[in-house]
């Protein structure tokens, strides 16, 4: 559950330089302020933000702009606390004029970072045997099993059994960073000295894979990649996906 903490506007309506307003916890908040101060415009902001079933596919008219200037882009920022704990939601509803386009370009930004991330290499075969691998490797694993090994889930419930031998190395609990290049990096690092063998294993057809976990407190938010992990990647010959958890 997500309690809104603050509310920053500029450039909406009568609001041109920012204005920015906290929210108290378990207290009321009035607004005063002189006739077309812009109380209803900080109210309309914020039904903007919050009230839209889908905000990205909504155009502003010319009024709603500042000073009726298209070339002030509208920003609308929100902080947010969710389940007690602080979250910076920087989320933004923002439009910018494009000469390019005869309309209005208009966009829904809501990309809070992430609060928890890992990485995870996986090699995985029908007939892989973890102690080989570590013993290829030089290294232990953080986790791995056999082939048929029981499977249960975190509230003990019983799955069918492994279809596969897998070995995993895994950046959780290394750090508490929340960029995936740093986790995915760090992994990697680890088996830079065994790249030859990994390609070997893949030349007899086992299966090499970069997972990562990434955990946000919100949606229409994705991971990115830059060109030196992308790189790494390639060099280890591995595809890289991620399991995205929304609260």
Known sequence: MARLTSITVENYRSIGDPVQISLP?????????????GKSNLIKAIGLVLGQSFPN???PDDNEFFQR???HPISIRKGAEVCGRAAKFDEEFMTEYDELYT????????????YRV???FRIFHEDLDPKLISTAFGMSPTKSHFKGAPREGRQGRVYTPHQQGIWILSS????????ANIHICWVLDQLLHCIEVIHLFQDQGFNTDMMCDWHTEGWNTCPALNV???????R??????????SN
Request: glycine share 4%; net charge positive.
């Open 172 to 179: 959780k609990n290394q750090f508490s960073s929340v960029d």
């Open 69 to 71: 200037h298209r070339t």
């Open 118 to 120: 890992s990485a995870s």
């Open 25 to 37: 916890l378990h207290r009321p908040l009035v607004l005063l302020g002189e006739n077309n101060a």
């Open 228 to 234: 030196n992990t992308m790189r790494l990647l390639t």
């Open 236 to 245: 280890f010959r591995l595809d890289c996906w991620f399991d995205i958890y």
């Open 57 to 59: 596919n909504y155009e």
């Open 103 to 114: 309309a209005s370009g208009r966009s829904l930004r809501i990309n809070p970072p992430p």
